[in-house]
């Protein structure tokens, strides 16, 4: 089940009432579930809007309603409102929004994969770029393509050794190197140029 602190409803039922919209709520919802890109929405929702087959939480004087294709993802989530440098501001902790953390028993790939999305790909494209994984091949090496910033940039070789291959290595034993497969010549727009 989801919770909301006393303060959250206090902060709703505020913003609620400046609409003046009788029966107006809340709807939560789950963007890109399950991927490293995820994130929550809220939104107004009047009756009419409703599908009915949401999850209905009640407040302190209004409904929140989180949509049923988002319940997997926010089960277990909190909604709280914490003081902030600038005032108040609403936290939203889901610990399943971003997907289960892949086992020992999940394959090479899964575990690649996830840590490509949640970790190497964040910081990546804090400077316009991105990876993809294109192989692993049996004796464990990994073939990734760069794009966006990392295309043609002038540090991907330090990003690929100090940063990915060592993440890879220290956290799936399986894999042995990392190797790239991207004609860095031809990037249009990297972050550093070479």
Partial sequence: MLTISAP???????IL?????????IRLSALNPGTAK????????EPADLLGDEW?????????????????WLDGAELDLEQAAGGERLRIKAPQLKGQVPGAEASVIER????LETEISPMLASHGGRVTLEEIDADGRVTLR???GCHGCGMVD??????????????I???TGVRDATDHASGSAPYLKR
């Fill in 8 to 14: 959250a409803q206090a902060h709703f039922m505020h």
């Fill in 17 to 25: 009432q400046q609409q003046g919209i009788a029966d107006l709520g």
């Fill in 38 to 45: 995820a994130d929550c929405r809220l939104e107004f929702c």
């Fill in 56 to 72: 209905s939480v009640e407040c302190q004087g209004f409904t929140l309603f989180v949509a049923a294709d988002s319940t997997r």
């Fill in 112 to 115: 690649v994969r996830y840590l």
């Fill in 146 to 148: 760069f794009g966006g």
């Fill in 158 to 171: 330090v990003t690929l050794r100090e940063g990915i291959e060592k993440t890879l290595k220290a956290k």
């Fill in 173 to 175: 034993p399986e894999i």
